[in-house]
T-cell receptor, first 113, second 113 residues
């Protein structure tokens, strides 16, 4: 099982550029999440989804968009990249929410210059 | 608003010693408290979790102690080993109807020989 796969692993963007961080899972999990991790700040929830076609904002959604057209995929879109979006982004999935534990991908390190 | 406060930010423990990481929460509706372990370059992975109906949960060398009245919980790692060197995150959530975790800021644990 591949688990949760994130691409790319690293990316450098210029201010104002856009990009999509890809996330796919092969565990048939309904719940999927996007977090960003900044030094000393822990993990902050950006967006989450409890099933295909359903998405909701987390704690820090500004500057990001998501879609969930299939159970497997949960891409995160950055529009008009800003230096404040420099971070490590983690995608996670869960069979049935928090009680079942999260499976995290290995992350995407994004730098905006 | 920081709903889960974690301390210390970093911790150095000698091999064979006890590592202790503390967390405090504010939301009394929280009823699920997991700990996640993250190695460099990897995503976090579920380590152990507790619910407030018990005061302690032990899995191998890892123990969670929970104090509901003080709204605090802690992770104890007995006989700490160099392989335990990682970043540890506490988290909290409401089990049902709110399918997302709120993470603490993380503790970088280093076990020295």
């Amino acid at each position: 099982n591949a688990g949760v796969t994130q691409t790319p692993k690293f990316r450098i963007l210029k201010i104002g550029q856009s990009m999509t961080l890809q996330c796919t899972q092969d565990m048939n999990h309904n719940y999927m999440y996007w977090y960003r991790q900044d030094p000393g700040m822990g993990l902050k929830l950006i967006y989450y989804s409890v099933g295909a076609g359903i998405t909701d904002k987390g704690e820090v959604p500004n500057g990001y968009n998501v879609s969930r057209s299939t159970t497997e995929d949960f891409p995160l879109r950055l529009e008009l990249a800003a230096p404040s979006q420099t971070s490590v982004y983690f995608c996670a999935s869960s069979y049935g929410g928090v009680n079942y534990g999260y499976t995290f991908g290995s992350g995407t390190r994004l730098t905006v210059v | 608003q920081q709903q889960v406060k974690q301390s210390p930010q970093s911790l150095i423990v000698q091999k064979g010693g006890i590592s202790i990481i503390n967390c405090a929460y504010e939301n009394t509706a929280f009823d699920y408290f997991p700990w996640y372990q993250q190695f460099p370059g990897k995503g976090p992975a579920l380590l152990i979790a507790i619910r407030p109906d018990v005061s302690e949960k032990k899995e191998g060398r890892f123990t969670i102690s929970f104090n509901k009245s003080a709204k605090q919980f802690s992770l104890h790692i007995m006989d700490s080993q160099p392989g335990d060197s990682a970043t540890y995150f506490c988290a909290a959530s409401i089990s049902f109807g709110n399918e997302k975790l709120t993470f603490g800021t993380g503790t970088r644990l280093t076990i020295i020989p």
